[in-house]
């Protein structure tokens, strides 16, 4: 069956630093890859997305690269700021049907520490 | 900025009985989904709508639970007969869809959820 693993459930950082969240999965071949942020209480907001056939993507502080061969994404955060204290989701894309149809990882919580 | 919003934010109601969440999508988009999320696990999808009927669904949407676009600019979820795990926050998502290659038309906007407590 389709797994998303996304790395430790809490990651904690000094401010300034760069932050590093990983996405991996199996039994899937996704068209594309997201990343959303996700206070509590809040829904998901978007991001990032990145097709299968990008290998890196950029929107300011922001970069995620996609590696179809080894079904991981990697999603930085530079110069992190407190305000970057959030769960960082990543949403697989399917390649059939309306390819609206996401499937999300468990998240992994970001704190950035001052 | 334009957002989806949803109604109400809290919602209780005792096994059994029938509930209706209620969205108002971006006016713009197309495209209408509702997912949910339950305390401490993944956010899944139920459902996907799109130009008046269901898209995709999912596992989890079964029988008891239909969506509707009553009017131009609401999206609802229905649950017939609520169950104790029915509880759970419920997202509701919208998403345009612009001509063209180079749209990222797969991006979903998501309301701030109904936080449903089935007792």
């Known amino acids: 069956s389709q797994k998303i693993e996304q790395n430790s459930e809490a990651l904690n950082i000094q401010e300034g630093k760069t932050a590093t969240l990983t996405c991996n999965y199996t039994n899937y071949s996704p068209a594309y890859l997201q990343w959303y942020r996700q206070d509590p209480g809040r829904g998901p907001v978007f991001l990032l997305l990145i097709r299968e056939n990008e290998k890196e993507k950029r929107k300011e502080r922001l970069k995620v690269t996609f590696d179809t061969t080894l079904k991981q994404s990697l999603f930085h955060i530079t110069a992190s700021q407190p305000a970057d204290s959030a769960t960082y989701l990543c949403?697989?894309?399917?390649?059939?049907?309306?390819?609206?149809?996401?499937?999300f990882g468990s998240g992994t919580q970001l704190t950035v520490l001052p | 900025e334009p957002e989806v919003t949803q109604t109400p934010s809290h919602q209780v109601t005792q096994m059994g009985q029938e509930v209706i969440l209620r969205c108002v999508p971006i006016s713009n988009h197309l495209y209408f989904y509702w997912y949910r999320q339950i305390l401490g696990q993944k956010v899944e999808f139920l459902v996907s709508?799109?130009?008046?009927?269901?898209?995709?669904k999912s596992e989890i949407f079964d029988d008891q639970f239909s969506v509707e676009r009553p009017d131009g600019s609401n999206f609802t979820l229905k649950i017939r007969s609520t169950k104790l795990e029915d509880s759970a926050m419920y997202f509701c998502a919208s998403s345009r869809l612009d001509r063209g290659l180079y749209h990222d038309n797969e991006k979903l906007f998501f309301g701030s959820g109904t936080q449903l407590s089935v007792l």
């Open positions: 949403a697989l894309g399917p390649r059939f049907g309306s390819a609206r149809q996401l499937t």
């Open positions: 709508f799109y130009n008046n009927e269901i898209s995709e």
